[in-house]
Antibody, heavy 122, light 108 residues
Framework: QVQLQQWGTGLLKPSETLSLTCAVY????????WAWVRQPPGKAPEWIGEINDDGRSRYSPSLRSRVTISVDTSKNQISLRMNSLTAADTAMYYC????????????????WGQGTLVTVSS | SFELTQTLSVSVAPGQTARISCGGD??????VHWYQQKTGQAPVLVIYRDNNRPSGIPERFSGSTSGNMATLTISRAQVDDEADYFCQVWDSTTVSYVFGTGTKVSVL
């Protein structure tokens, strides 16, 4: 049973950079994409981006300019950095394992981290 | 951008059936997945690939699609089923995961 454990700074000021890390335990790290998803209070989840163990990454078009996702295969970890934060970036941030079938056509998330609340406030 | 629209809220009496809908343009050409999210918790996958239940999800949860609408059905609803439910697809045009707007299910 795979488990995702995440951590990072929860309170940031506008213009600062968010940094979160997610460690994967109890399952295979290779062969999957590992994603970051955020959810503003009272709203739907929003996909941020994802990366696989080869370092191949893709990002949400709306966040691509501010986001970097990296991978450390020696530790089975992925990390998220998002710069130029504003109050609109206040949200619960989750890491998740993405399942892919038939290449890129069918994709979903089958395991999630516990979430990290990030608040952007001056 | 591709959007998925869900009914804001659904109320159901214990033991009855709740149906949660998810609609979007040309949704019939995509595969839909469903997540349950209880207050203060991470989402949990309850249906994948339109109508498949992950291990550990009760048979009371089922999914279906028809035309441009997908439906999550909760049979014999229990108080423990109270949660927000989100549909999700992969949009090949924008190369993005897309979530629905969410439905709050109340069992009372």
């Amino acid at each position: 049973q795979v488990q995702l454990q995440q951590w990072g700074t929860g309170l940031l000021k506008p213009s600062e950079t968010l940094s979160l890390t997610c460690a994967v335990y109890g399952g295979s790290f290779s062969g999957f994409y590992w994603a970051w998803v955020r959810q503003p209070p009272g709203k739907a989840p929003e996909w941020i981006g994802e990366i696989n163990d080869d370092g191949r990454s893709r990002y949400s078009p709306s966040l691509r300019s501010r986001v970097t996702i990296s991978v450390d295969t020696s530790k089975n970890q992925i990390s998220l950095r998002m710069n130029s934060l504003t109050a609109a970036d206040t949200a619960m941030y989750y890491c998740a394992r993405a399942i892919t079938v038939y290449g890129i056509i069918i994709r979903w998330f089958d395991s999630w981290g516990q979430g990290t609340l990030v608040t952007v406030s001056s | 951008s591709f959007e998925l629209t869900q009914t804001l809220s659904v109320s159901v009496a214990p033991g009855q059936t709740a149906r949660i809908s998810c609609g979007g343009d040309n949704l019939g050409s995509k595969t839909v997945h469903w997540y349950q999210q209880k207050t203060g918790q991470a989402p949990v996958l309850v249906i994948y690939r339109d109508n498949n239940r992950p291990s550990g999800i009760p048979e009371r949860f089922s999914g279906s699609t028809s035309g441009n609408m997908a439906t999550l059905t909760i049979s014999r609803a229990q108080v423990d089923d109270e949660a927000d439910y989100f549909c999700q697809v992969w949009d090949s045009t924008t190369v993005s995961y897309v979530f629905g707007t969410g439905t709050k299910v109340s069992v009372l």
